[in-house]
């Protein structure tokens, strides 16, 4: 998880829209797991197109895309541009999605989705440091990423640093003790509903223990 610098999106827009070329967002990661709106929402950018996987129904498998109508438009049955798919408008999926959408929209859904991440990642980086272990991180909303480095790294080059063996050692540190980290170095975390604040120190538990053992 590499968050953009403050000026990457919206240059993004501007030098699409200087050449007339189409802006496509890949929302499949961020999608409602950010905010309603997706990363452009946060960001302020608009793009012509959007692109979403299975967390429009719920874990389902299906995906979307959408964007402005005059590019809409071109789809069949409107325009010549042929599209289907097998699971298309499957109504299991539909129906996962449509529920999956109602419980996002519970109030202040989104801030204590945060509220977890944060809490998730600071008491990492507190065991880190009480292990004297060099540890780095970045959130947004309920996604975050970590790194054992001074630094979070910023591009392909700088995660090249990291120490993955250290990961290693902290991911089956934690598994043995029922804490499943995603088995990568470089993979992203999510936060969800489901991540009270109990979980969470729960979880937290095995870090510390963890971080002491890697």
């Not at 895309?65 to 499957?90: C, D, F, W």
Request: charged share 15%.
């Amino acid at each position: 998880m590499v968050l953009p610098n403050a000026e990457f999106l919206p240059g993004l827009r501007t030098i699409c829209d200087q050449y007339g070329a189409l802006l496509i967002f890949d929302e499949v990661m961020t999608g409602f797991r950010v905010a309603p709106g997706g990363v452009q929402q946060i960001y302020g950018v608009k793009p012509d197109l959007t692109t979403f996987g299975k967390v429009i129904g719920a874990g389902m498998p299906v995906g979307a895309y959408g964007g402005k109508r005059e590019i809409m438009h071109k789809i069949a049955p409107l325009g010549p541009v042929y599209q289907a798919g097998t699971l298309s408008g499957n109504p299991i999926a539909m129906a996962a999605g449509l529920a999956n959408l109602k419980l996002l929209q519970a109030p202040d859904f989104f801030p204590n989705l945060l509220q977890r991440t944060e809490q998730l990642t600071l008491g990492m980086h507190d065991a880190a440091r009480e292990a004297g272990i060099p540890f780095a991180s970045a959130i947004l909303t309920g996604m975050f990423g970590f790194f054992f480095a001074p630094n979070f790294a910023r591009n392909f080059s700088e995660a090249g640093n990291v120490d993955v063996e250290r990961f290693k050692r902290f991911f089956h540190a934690c598994l043995k003790r029922g804490v499943y980290f995603a088995p990568s170095a470089y993979e992203a975390g999510f936060i969800s509903g489901a991540h009270s604040v109990d979980v969470v120190e729960e979880s937290l538990a095995v870090v510390r223990a963890a971080m002491l053992e890697c």
